[in-house]
């Protein structure tokens, strides 16, 4: 049964007893900021987060951006409907939950709804993993239209919503006594509305977080004042930039908005303005119609980067994209050389 309205859930919150619950993630940091969120507007509403045996209420954040993303939220969901039969299951997230019965959704239109009136704001009582390590997920972006050939966000989370700056800062001024470093995190951080340049800047100048650091950065974000801005001592000198793929061919079909000499460019800039910069990167293999060149370049440009961490993936059909009709068109690369591809790409980080 799908929740309707915020109205219906705080009617819902108001009316449990006892008021205890529990919370599952899966995905990026996008979701476990949205998932902290959440959790803070249950304690709003008098829930504690819980490890007992029957919470009233189990919330879980589900993802769908691979195959086996959203099979294992969906595999996660049914065994806590085993292990905690009276228990109420309100999931949200990307994953297809009319494969579930019995559980209350939430879509993401109506979550980036309820979010909105918490402006980004959770406190250290949602006991998440990065708190004790005093780090905050500052989820300032949500939504994708860019629509690349194999991705199923686009479907999932079409509505651009963007935190206002000062909303931002107000956030940050409100927590920065008890975290030392906020991490700005986004569906598609090009797609922030009021320009990343711009928000990083009023952050640096109007607050007194100590270290400010990035989930992920599209590389299109890049431009020569951003590049001066990440040299502040207070910027993480970490960045993740995913590029997916070396080969324009593959760039092309991919439909990424930047070709190889936009990526060499932009991380010869990068290493040329920072000191001590560590990178890290996602890259997709096997991507429907990937030859053993394409595969080529693509490790060469990995290893003339010098990426610290590679988050690799196997090319996965997403329902309804572009890339699923190349797939089902064309030959498939077989799965030991999908695994040989990939083990190489990930050993380029001892290289």
């Given at each position: 049964m799908k929740i309707n309205s915020q109205r219906s859930l705080i009617k819902l919150l108001k009316s449990s007893s006892p008021k205890a619950f529990r919370v599952f993630n899966f995905g990026c940091r996008v979701n476990a900021?949205?998932?902290?969120?959440?959790?803070?507007f249950f304690i709003n509403y008098g829930f504690t987060p819980s490890l007992v045996d029957n919470p009233q209420i189990i919330l879980i954040n589900t993802c769908a951006v691979t195959r086996k993303g959203e099979n294992e939220s969906l595999t996660k969901i049914r065994v806590l409907q085993k292990q905690y039969p009276q228990s109420l299951i309100i999931a949200t997230g990307c994953a297809n939950l009319n494969k579930i019965q019995n559980i209350l959704t939430i879509d993401n239109i109506l979550k980036d709804n309820i979010l909105t009136n918490t402006n980004g704001y959770y406190s250290p009582k949602?006991?998440?993993?990065?708190?004790?390590?005093?780090?905050?997920?500052?989820?300032?972006?949500?939504?994708?239209?860019?629509?690349?050939?194999y991705c199923i966000v686009p479907q999932k989370r079409p509505h651009l919503w963007?935190?206002?700056?000062?909303?931002?800062?107000?956030?940050?001024?409100?927590?920065?006594?008890?975290?030392?470093?906020?991490?700005?995190?986004?569906?598609?951080l090009a797609q922030y509305q009021y320009g990343l340049?711009?928000?990083?800047?009023?952050?640096?100048?109007?607050?007194?977080?100590?270290?400010?650091?990035?989930?992920?950065?599209?590389?299109?974000?890049?431009?020569?004042?951003?590049?001066?801005?990440?040299?502040?001592?207070?910027?993480v000198k970490f960045l993740h930039i995913?590029?997916?793929?070396?080969?324009?061919?593959?760039?092309?079909?991919?439909?990424?908005?930047?070709?190889?000499?936009?990526?060499?460019?932009?991380?010869?800039?990068?290493?040329?303005?920072?000191?001590?910069?560590?990178?890290?990167?996602?890259?997709?293999?096997?991507?429907?119609?990937?030859?053993?060149?394409?595969?080529?370049?693509?490790?060469?440009?990995?290893?003339?980067?010098?990426?610290?961490?590679i988050?690799?993936?196997?090319?996965?059909?997403?329902?309804?994209?572009?890339?699923?009709?190349?797939?089902?068109?064309?030959?498939?690369i077989n799965k030991t050389e999908l695994k040989s591809r990939s083990i190489k790409i990930r050993n380029l980080v001892n290289y």
């Open positions: 900021a949205e998932i902290n969120q959440l959790s803070q949602i006991g998440d993993k990065y708190t004790p390590h005093k780090r905050y997920l500052l989820r300032v972006q949500s939504g994708c239209t860019q629509k690349c050939s963007s935190l206002a700056p000062s909303t931002a800062v107000a956030t940050i001024k409100k927590i920065e006594a008890e975290y030392n470093e906020i991490i700005i995190t986004g569906v598609n340049t711009d928000l990083v800047k009023k952050i640096i100048e109007e607050t007194k977080i100590k270290l400010i650091s990035f989930g992920s950065i599209p590389l299109n974000c890049f431009n020569d004042e951003f590049l001066n801005l990440l040299d502040n001592k207070r910027i995913p590029i997916q793929s070396g080969s324009n061919r593959i760039l092309k079909l991919m439909r990424r908005p930047y070709n190889q000499k936009k990526i060499i460019n932009v991380f010869e800039s990068l290493k040329s303005k920072i000191k001590n910069l560590s990178l890290g990167t996602d890259i997709i293999v096997g991507f429907p119609t990937e030859t053993k060149a394409d595969f080529q370049k693509t490790y060469n440009l990995c290893r003339k980067i010098g990426f610290k961490k988050h690799t993936f196997r090319f996965s059909p997403r329902p309804n994209t572009e890339a699923q009709k190349l797939f089902d068109q064309n030959p498939k």
